[in-house]
């Protein structure tokens, strides 16, 4: 029996390994120093908004493949599996800007149910074109606790772990036969893996108590973007900022004010019309998305113990910038297919 360790236990490495053990994987431990119900700066999954999008291009079809696995899933679980928290949500996007030479953002109709174009007529001040559609959305506590539920359930373990240095250096503690590097900006720091391409993503929102709101709204323009995401259990994301150069890990009071100023614009209903000073504000976030110049790296290599030899397994899942919920199941997918592969050496 392949025992399995999952460096990692964000919601990609929570999904491959619900995966993995329900594809006949029965050892399998994802470790991590930070692990559910922690909340730190460090630790990006508790801090997503979550709704279930898709952030590729029309031009990115591993992505849209990806992705679509992936709304297979939280269909299945939206209407199956309420404990887990993934409800159905509508939702409506707004860009403010056209889309560059070769780019069609309404790709999406192939994805999402009950797409349709909003009239010219309909749109907000200041934008030129829009969409309404329907998604999923879920409450991040209560979805990283299921997962964890899973995992336990089927036979799987979590563990916390003090800060990894290498693979290598799991390799050799545990005498793994399959590794599963899930560690998304870690990736750039780990001694044996070094990726250059991973680059962060700065994120600051703020959870506020709306119960009455049961609709995401997203408005792109080139210097702002807006969302507000319901997550069904009474509480609202509203954002945000996706900063690849600002490093500070606490929120910044200013940018906390301008956030809630355009949500209110393009949601006034969140405070009932009362104004932007109104909101029932009950936290507000900074994390640090793991971007990768490359997109995900979905790879599969053979390394060997430096103390016993044996070969070992090892697959690479990270670099899911700001989509890594929206990615988890079909990437998790495409992990137990590289396993599956003969070759010891593949790409997805």
């Not at 939702?91 to 797409?115: A, C, H, I, M, T």
């Not at 390799?171 to 900006?185: G, H, V």
């Not at 210097?223 to 609202?236: A, E, F, Q, S």
Request: hydrophobic share 35%; aromatic share 6%; with cysteine.
């Amino acid at each position: 029996m392949s025992k399995v360790v999952i460096v990692g236990a964000g919601v990609s490495g929570l999904t491959t390994a619900v995966d993995l053990l329900k594809n006949g994987y029965k050892d399998v431990t994802v470790i991590g120093q930070y692990i559910p119900g922690d909340i730190t700066v460090g630790y990006t999954s508790p801090w997503a908004g979550a709704s279930i999008l898709s952030f590729a291009s029309s031009k990115d079809v591993r992505l849209q493949e990806i992705d679509t696995d992936a709304h297979k899933v939280f269909k299945h679980l939206a209407e199956n599996v309420p404990e887990s928290s993934v409800i159905h949500c509508p939702g409506v996007q707004v860009n403010d800007e056209e889309d560059e030479d070769g780019e069609d953002s309404f790709w999406v109709r192939k994805l999402y149910p009950k797409f349709a174009e909003i009239p010219k007529n309909k749109l907000p001040e200041g934008s030129c074109k829009g969409y309404t559609f329907e998604t999923y959305t879920l409450s991040v506590p209560k979805y990283l606790n299921w997962l964890v539920e899973q995992i336990t359930k089927l036979g799987g373990k979590v563990q916390r772990v003090n800060a990894i240095e290498s693979l290598q250096e799991v390799i050799e503690s545990s005498q793994c036969d399959i590794l599963i590097n899930c560690t998304a900006l870690g990736a750039a720091k780990l001694s044996d893996v070094r990726d250059s391409n991973m680059y962060t993503v700065r994120g600051q929102t703020i959870l506020v108590d709306a119960p009455h709101i049961r609709q995401q709204i997203y408005r792109d323009g080139k210097d702002r973007i807006v969302y507000i995401i319901p997550r069904g259990d009474g509480t609202v994301i509203c954002g945000g900022t996706k900063d690849t150069v600002n490093q500070n890990l606490n929120a910044e009071p200013e940018l906390t004010k301008k956030l809630l100023e355009n949500a209110y614009k393009a949601c006034p209903d969140l405070t009932h019309g009362q104004g932007p000073d109104k909101f029932k504000i009950v936290s507000i976030n900074v994390g640090f998305r793991p971007g990768r110049k490359q997109g995900i790296r979905l790879e599969k290599e053979v390394r060997a113990s430096a103390v016993s030899g044996k070969k070992v397994t090892i697959v690479h899942n990270y670099g899911h910038s700001s989509h890594g919920y929206q990615s988890s199941w079909g990437c998790s997918q495409r992990v137990v297919k590289l396993l599956n592969e003969k070759s010891l050496v593949a790409k997805l």
